[in-house]
């Protein structure tokens, strides 16, 4: 019997233009898929509802209805079905809300074939390797808070397109770790994941560093040399701490965004460039633009969508969770066997609230198996200090009932402000984090307590 050949992909071109439809259509043929086309969205519906589509490639504006109307249409039966929407030139609203509201991607008119092409390529990029596969059931993010369910699944819906991802979180929250399961994912994991971390490059480096340089550009430059952006191409590319870029950067960053297209130090051409951007950052970034240290339009680009990772601190008995998983990793590189915690440490985990996350979690971990006597871990051995909140709620049960409600609520205030400003080096940027208050509001009651240093 004859071997039954596979289906070719199947794309949905929706555009009231007949001339820009057929143009789409051609090129899409002549990639060797099978095309279907449709002037409007009552059409597109009617064909999405009744026929199986691997892609859709829909105009933004149509006489009767928008591509938004499609994405929203498409995500509302929940289908496994990527679209790019095709927008007018510089209509970067339509791209953005189109973004947000679950497309692919899009495309500017006029388009461009060879943009065209890339993003079909990406997009039908459906079947991944075992190991791709393999990579994507180990997810790196572990716990079963509710805190952290709603983070894996918004980072599977961040995975299905290609809207830029702005990841905020405390120092130590995972942040990397989020972006690395979002390409993870993707249908761009066989891609490079590329992370770099914009406050680690000197100034005078970054455009070469960025975007590569030619053979003989400036005085060291002995041979051509690919950017991130090259790196990265097909794949992801993680702006860590991107607060930290200066404004002369974050200007050339923009264009390479908008553009998708970058040009190496000392050369002449512009190269394409294709690319998800996912950044991220510990700092506030709307305040950093209220305060001219980033581009307005920058951040519009980059926080397109934000994904909030929970402090260590909001995740429950997840501690435990990761704790066990750490202590096997140390264990299966230190080449001994695996540790047991106690009760007694079990419970100074579940108690500490973790200024540092994950980060520091491990730290104490590596220290604690370090120290530890025997086989299991003790909470001796893990070296915690009291917590801010232990130390005043200590402090508020000595107080007892026999002030006025206000000096009461003022003494218990003091000892959780002093407590978290000891645990910080008096560092107060941190101890207002420490304490989930602004920099402001905190500074407003040193001042109101009679808080100083020493």
């Given at each position: 019997m004859?071997?039954?050949?596979?289906?070719?992909?199947r794309v949905?071109?929706?555009?009231d233009?007949?001339?820009?439809?057929?143009?789409?259509?051609?090129?899409?043929?002549?990639?060797?898929?099978?095309?279907?086309?449709?002037?409007g969205v009552?059409?597109?519906?009617?064909?999405?509802?009744?026929q199986?589509?691997?892609?859709?490639?829909?105009d933004m504006?149509m006489?009767?209805?928008?591509g938004l109307d499609l994405v929203?249409?498409?995500?509302?039966?929940?289908?496994?079905?990527?679209i790019?929407?095709?927008t007018?030139?510089g209509?970067?609203e339509?791209?953005?809300?189109?973004?947000?509201?679950?497309?692919?991607?899009y495309?500017?008119?006029p388009?461009?074939l060879e943009?065209?092409r890339?993003l079909v390529?990406?997009?039908l990029?459906?079947?991944?390797t075992p190991?791709?596969?393999a990579a994507?059931r180990?997810r790196p993010?572990?716990?079963?808070s509710?805190?952290?369910?709603q983070?894996?699944?918004?980072?599977?819906?961040?995975?299905?397109?290609q809207a830029?991802?702005y990841?905020?979180g405390?120092?130590?929250?995972?942040?990397?770790?989020a972006a690395?399961?979002i390409?993870?994912?993707s249908?761009r994991?066989e891609?490079?994941?590329?992370?770099v971390?914009c406050?680690?490059?000197?100034?005078n480096l970054?455009?070469?560093?960025?975007?590569g340089y030619?053979?003989?550009?400036f005085?060291g430059?002995?041979d051509?040399r690919?950017?991130?952006?090259?790196a990265?191409n097909?794949?992801?590319?993680?702006?860590d701490?991107?607060a930290?870029?200066p404004?002369?950067?974050?200007?050339?960053?923009?264009?390479?965004?908008?553009?998708?297209?970058v040009?190496?130090?000392?050369?002449?051409?512009?190269?394409?460039v294709?690319?998800?951007?996912?950044?991220?950052?510990?700092q506030?970034l709307?305040r950093?633009?209220?305060?001219?240290?980033f581009r307005?339009d920058?951040?519009?680009?980059l926080?397109?969508i934000?994904?909030?990772?929970?402090?260590?601190r909001?995740?429950?008995?997840d501690?435990?969770?990761i704790?066990?998983?750490?202590v096997?990793?140390?264990?299966?590189?230190?080449?001994m066997?695996v540790m047991?915690?106690?009760?007694a440490?079990?419970k100074?985990l579940?108690?500490?609230?973790?200024?540092?996350n994950?980060?520091?979690l491990?730290?104490?971990?590596?220290?604690?198996?370090?120290l530890?006597?025997g086989?299991?871990i003790?909470?001796?051995?893990?070296q915690?200090?009291?917590?801010?909140c232990?130390?005043?709620?200590a402090?508020?049960?000595n107080?007892?009932?026999t002030?006025?409600?206000?000096?009461?609520l003022?003494?218990?205030e003091?000892?959780a402000i002093?407590?978290?400003?000891?645990?910080t080096?008096?560092n107060?940027?941190?101890?207002a984090?420490?304490?989930?208050?602004?920099?402001r509001?905190?500074?407003?009651?040193?001042?109101?307590?009679g808080?100083?240093?020493?």
């Amino acid at each position: 019997m004859a071997k039954k050949s596979k289906a070719l992909p199947r794309v949905l071109v929706v555009d009231d233009e007949v001339d820009l439809a057929e143009l789409l259509e051609l090129t899409l043929l002549k990639m060797g898929l099978d095309v279907e086309k449709a002037h409007g969205v009552i059409a597109a519906k009617a064909l999405i509802d009744s026929q199986h589509f691997d892609l859709c490639l829909s105009d933004m504006r149509m006489p009767d209805g928008e591509g938004l109307d499609l994405v929203r249409h498409i995500q509302a039966k929940g289908l496994d079905l990527p679209i790019a929407v095709i927008t007018a030139y510089g209509s970067t609203e339509n791209a953005v809300a189109a973004l947000k509201a679950g497309a692919f991607d899009y495309l500017a008119k006029p388009v461009a074939l060879e943009q065209l092409r890339a993003l079909v390529k990406s997009a039908l990029k459906i079947d991944a390797t075992p190991a791709v596969k393999a990579a994507r059931r180990d997810r790196p993010l572990l716990g079963d808070s509710v805190a952290l369910q709603q983070v894996l699944v918004l980072i599977e819906k961040l995975a299905r397109n290609q809207a830029p991802v702005y990841v905020t979180g405390e120092s130590g929250s995972g942040k990397e770790r989020a972006a690395r399961a979002i390409h993870a994912s993707s249908n761009r994991a066989e891609k490079p994941f590329v992370a770099v971390n914009c406050g680690a490059i000197p100034e005078n480096l970054m455009e070469s560093e960025f975007f590569g340089y030619r053979k003989g550009a400036f005085t060291g430059a002995m041979d051509d040399r690919e950017g991130f952006f090259q790196a990265a191409n097909g794949g992801t590319l993680f702006l860590d701490e991107v607060a930290d870029l200066p404004l002369a950067m974050q200007v050339k960053l923009l264009r390479a965004i908008q553009e998708r297209k970058v040009r190496q130090v000392g050369g002449v051409n512009e190269v394409d460039v294709d690319v998800r951007i996912i950044s991220a950052t510990h700092q506030n970034l709307a305040r950093c633009v209220e305060s001219g240290k980033f581009r307005q339009d920058l951040y519009y680009r980059l926080n397109v969508i934000e994904l909030k990772m929970p402090a260590l601190r909001e995740m429950g008995d997840d501690v435990l969770t990761i704790a066990q998983f750490l202590v096997e990793d140390i264990a299966a590189r230190q080449g001994m066997p695996v540790m047991k915690f106690t009760a007694a440490a079990k419970k100074a985990l579940c108690r500490y609230d973790f200024p540092g996350n994950v980060r520091e979690l491990e730290n104490i971990l590596e220290r604690a198996v370090a120290l530890a006597d025997g086989t299991e871990i003790d909470s001796d051995d893990l070296q915690l200090q009291q917590s801010q909140c232990d130390k005043a709620e200590a402090v508020a049960a000595n107080l007892g009932d026999t002030y006025p409600l206000q000096d009461y609520l003022d003494r218990v205030e003091k000892a959780a402000i002093v407590a978290a400003l000891d645990k910080t080096g008096f560092n107060r940027t941190q101890a207002a984090k420490l304490l989930g208050v602004t920099f402001r509001s905190l500074r407003y009651r040193l001042e109101r307590l009679g808080i100083v240093e020493g």
